[in-house]
C-alpha cells in the first residue's frame, strides 16, 4: 500500500473515533475548559493523590489505592496503613558534583508511607524538566524502604542529568499515563459505577489523559494499529518525516510572528526586536527589548516562545513574558509570586486561543488548520501578534522606568 492510502485508512480510523467522541459530548472538558491541562501538580498531582488518598472525598476508602498499587505491581506497602502526602518535602536540595549518589533533598510530587516506614515515591512529569540528580535524590530518602517511581506520558525514560548510575526496574521503575494511569482510571470508574458525580468526574480526567497521550478507545486503537503493521513500510516513511512536515509550519509562523513585530517597532525609539534560534532547537523565541539594556545578556528582555513546538513549558503553549535568567535575582522582581518557569519568566501571559485552537504549534489539530487554511493561518498570527504587543503595552511603562532609574 501506499502512503497515501495509508493515510486514507488512518483518517477513517481518526474520523470515527472523533465521530463517537462527539457523540459521546467529550468535546466539553472541565479541564480544557480551565486551561489546567499541563499543571502538573495543581492538576495531575492533586487529582491522582486525591483519589489515593484512603481518606479522600470519594468516600472509597482504600479501594481506589489498592487498585493502583496492582496496576503498578507494587506489593512493599501495607495499604491498610498506607498515607498520601502531595509535594513531600524531604529537606533542603543538596547537589553534589562530585559524588551525584550523595544528593539529597527536594519536593516529591506524590509520596505514599506505611507505618512499617515503607514508602513510595512518584515523580510526575507532564512536560517539565528533569531536575539536577533528581531521581537520585529521591532514591536517597527513606533508602533501602522506598520506592521510586518515574511517571510520564508516554514511558520515556528520566534525563542521566536526573536519574545518574541509577539503574532502571532496579533503583526506580517507569510508569506512563498511557497505559498505567488510564488501566487504574478505568479500574477506578468499574468502583465507583455505583457514584455518578464520582465515575464521571473520572471519565472527565480519563478524557484528558486520552488527549495528552494520544490514546483511542480500544477498538479503533487495535484498527490502527493494525493498518500500521500492515503497511509498515509506508508508516515507517511517515514516522520518519512527520517532524519535518510540522517543523515546516513552525517556521511559517516563527518567521510570519518576527515580521510583523518587528514592523510594528521598527520606529520605536528604544525598542528593537530580533529571533533567538531556530525552530529545530527548543526554545525558538522572539525577543523584544530595550536597546539600552546590556548586550551580553538577555535580563528583562520580553520573550515570546516557543515556536518550536517542544518545549518543556506549559505543554508548548505559547506566552510572553519577562526573562530572569541565573542567579534569577533581577531588582525588577518585585515578589516570588510574579516568577515561573523555574523563576526564568516575570508576569508570565499565556497566548489564548484563537476560534478554539490552541496556540501551540505541537497540538496536531492547530498545525493542520494552520497549513491547510491559509486565512485562518494570517488571523492566527494577527492573534498571536495582537497579544503579544497588548503585553508589552502594558508592561513595558513600569520596565522602561526601571531601566531609566539606572538599575536595570
Same mark, same amino acid.
Given at each position: ?9 488512518? =483518517? ?75 509535594? =513531600? ?35 510526575? =512529569? ?27 506520558? +508516554? ?28 488501566? !487504574? ?40 494499529? +493494525? ?46 526586536? =530580533? ?14 527589548? +530595550? ?33 530572569? $535568567?541565573? $542567579? ?15 523563576? !526564568? ?13 490552541? $496556540? ?49
Amino acid at each position: 500500500m501506499t502512503v497515501n492510502n495509508l493515510l486514507r485508512q488512518v =483518517k477513517i480510523i481518526v474520523e470515527n473515533q472523533k465521530r463517537e467522541a462527539r457523540l459521546k459530548g467529550e468535546g466539553f472538558n472541565i479541564f480544557s475548559i480551565l486551561k489546567a491541562e499541563y499543571k502538573e501538580n495543581q492538576t495531575h498531582s492533586n487529582f491522582i493523590g486525591e483519589l489515593l488518598n484512603p481518606n479522600g472525598s470519594h468516600l472509597m476508602g482504600r479501594r481506589f489505592l489498592v487498585a493502583f498499587l496492582s496496576v503498578i505491581e507494587d506489593d512493599s506497602l501495607d495499604h491498610q496503613t498506607t498515607t498520601v502526602t502531595l509535594e =513531600k518535602n524531604i529537606g533542603k536540595v543538596h547537589i553534589d558534583e562530585e559524588a551525584p549518589e550523595n544528593s539529597r533533598g527536594g519536593r516529591i510530587d506524590i509520596f505514599l508511607k506505611d507505618r512499617n516506614n515503607n514508602s513510595l515515591c512518584i515523580e510526575n =512529569k507532564i512536560h517539565a524538566l528533569d531536575q539536577k540528580h533528581q531521581l537520585v535524590r529521591y532514591y536517597n530518602y527513606n533508602k533501602g524502604s522506598n520506592t521510586v517511581f518515574y511517571l510520564t506520558l +508516554d514511558g520515556k525514560v528520566p534525563s542521566d542529568d536526573s536519574a545518574c548510575n541509577l539503574t532502571p526496574d532496579e533503583d526506580y521503575k517507569i510508569i506512563s499515563y498511557r497505559q498505567h494511569i488510564m488501566d !487504574w482510571l478505568e479500574e477506578c470508574q468499574r468502583i465507583a459505577v455505583d457514584s455518578p458525580i464520582l465515575r464521571e468526574s473520572i471519565n472527565q480526567y480519563k478524557i484528558l489523559i486520552k488527549k495528552l497521550t494520544g490514546r483511542m478507545e480500544d477498538r479503533h486503537n487495535e484498527q490502527l494499529i +493494525d493498518s500500521i503493521l500492515t503497511n509498515f513500510e509506508a508508516a515507517k516513511t511517515i514516522a520518519d518525516n512527520i517532524t519535518h512536515a510540522r517543523k515546516k509550519v513552525c517556521k511559517q509562523v516563527f518567521d510570519a510572528v518576527f515580521e510583523r513585530l518587528n514592523e510594528e517597532y521598527r520606529n520605536h525609539p528604544t525598542l528593537n526586536v =530580533k529571533q533567538c534560534n531556530s525552530v529545530h532547537h527548543k526554545f525558538a523565541q522572539v525577543f523584544i527589548y +530595550d536597546s539600552r539594556l546590556d548586550k551580553e545578556s538577555v535580563e528583562l528582555y520580553f520573550t515570546l516562545e516557543s515556536f518550536s513546538g517542544d518545549s518543556p513549558h506549559y505543554g508548548s503553549r505559547l506566552f510572553i513574558g519577562i526573562l530572569n $535568567p541565573p $542567579p534569577h535575582d533581577s531588582d525588577f522582581v518585585k515578589s516570588s509570586d510574579t516568577l515561573t518557569v523555574y523563576k !526564568w519568566i516575570i508576569n508570565e501571559k499565556q497566548i489564548s486561543s484563537y476560534e478554539g485552537y490552541e $496556540p501551540n504549534l505541537a497540538d496536531h489539530r492547530t498545525i493542520q488548520k494552520l497549513y491547510t487554511d491559509k486565512t485562518f493561518m494570517q488571523k492566527f498570527i494577527a492573534h498571536i501578534v495582537a497579544e503579544a504587543s497588548g503585553y508589552v503595552e502594558e508592561q513595558y511603562p513600569e520596565l522602561a522606568a526601571f531601566i531609566e532609574s539606572g538599575e536595570g
